[in-house]
């Protein structure tokens, strides 16, 4: 009986090497969904590599790596960038570091705000990225798609008149930065990077608004809340307003009253089922256009919009305000 047991406890024990890329030179490699599982993954010393990890884990390191194509799955952490130059990742996570880099890009998903240390020539984008195991993975990380401050980055050693990153281009295509895997065993993860598919909504974050009328819309939880949100970007996007950001966020009445004013009564039984989802979309006639659609294709379906182009971005800023209160952004 101790002996089975003995070799039961010797079987579960976890062996570095499988979470661990190291040392590895003109190489593409990876872990498939599953494979990884929420243990923590080191990746170092590694050259002129595409590393792909299709799962989640609990925090990733990412040390002394150059001229690297990197993707990570939903990280429930930290991931931490140190002393590595010329490097295009995409990746999600709760909080994201860069410190003694170089020329980095970054496609990014994090709960929190990104921070950059002694580095310089880090771009970002908005991640943009899809497979079928993609949303669980998210969920079993603890992360929103919808919580996303990929562009509000605070520079620790700011040098007086440089900027150490700046935003790439909002036409840059992912596929030419951060190409798709070409080896037999990771092509079998059947990738996306159309901005459509992605799993995050791609919003356009702190770049320049392209109108000075935003409206928001707010949706309670329920069962379609996320099918409902998404559709909503979708119908918005196509008819050629911007996204341009979004979050999932608890409310309390104290609260719903201070965002919503004389509306809130309508919605504060809906504040008990679980968090609410607000986006804010750009564009000439976003509030009308946001109404019609809302009528449209929502009607029966309870949700705040902002009334007219006036009170939107009054709006707007009294939901922010209280999410990053709440959120300790």
């Not at 976890?14 to 243990?39: C, I, N």
């Not at 950059?116 to 990225?129: A, H, L, M, R, V």
């Not at 000075?212 to 008819?239: H, P």
Request: glycine fraction near 6%; aromatic fraction near 10%; proline fraction near 4%.
């Amino acid at each position: 009986m101790l002996v089975i047991l003995k070799t039961h406890i010797l079987s579960l024990q976890v062996d570095p090497k499988d979470y661990m890329f190291s040392g590895l030179k003109d190489e593409t490699v990876g872990r498939l969904p599953g494979q990884v599982a929420g243990q923590q993954f080191l990746i170092q010393d590694c050259e002129n590599c595409n590393i792909y990890i299709f799962d989640h884990s609990a925090t990733i390191t990412i040390d002394d790596c150059t001229n690297c194509v990197i993707f990570l799955g939903p990280v429930k952490g930290s991931v931490f960038f140190r002393n590595c130059r010329d490097c295009k990742c995409t990746l999600a996570c709760q909080q994201f570091r860069v410190r003694d880099c170089r020329k980095l890009e970054v496609f990014l998903c994090c709960a929190t705000q990104p921070i950059i240390e002694s580095s310089t020539n880090i771009k970002f984008g908005c991640f943009q990225w899809y497979y079928p195991e993609l949303a669980f993975q998210f969920k079993d990380a603890a992360l929103s798609i919808f919580n996303n401050t990929w562009s509000n980055i605070h520079d620790f050693t700011p040098v007086s008149g440089e900027l150490n990153w700046s935003l790439l281009p909002e036409d840059t295509v992912v596929q030419d930065h951060v190409p798709l895997p070409t080896t037999e065993e990771l092509k079998a993860v059947r990738v996306s990077t159309e901005a459509n598919r992605s799993i995050v909504p791609v919003s356009r974050g702190q770049r320049q608004k392209s109108s000075d009328e935003s409206c928001l819309v707010v949706l309670f939880a329920g069962d379609y809340t996320i099918a409902n949100a998404r559709k909503l970007i979708d119908e918005m996007v196509g008819k050629g307003f911007f996204l341009v950001q979004t979050k999932e966020v608890s409310m309390k009445a104290e609260d719903a009253q201070r965002v919503f004013g004389e509306k809130a009564p309508d919605f504060l039984p809906l504040l008990n089922k679980g968090p609410v989802i607000a986006l804010e979309f750009n564009g000439d006639g976003a509030v009308e256009g946001c109404q019609l659609i809302v009528s449209e294709i929502f009607n029966g379906t309870k949700m705040f919009v902002s009334e007219s182009k006036e009170t939107a971005s009054g709006d707007v800023d009294s939901f922010y305000n209280f999410a990053d209160i709440q959120m300790g952004i």
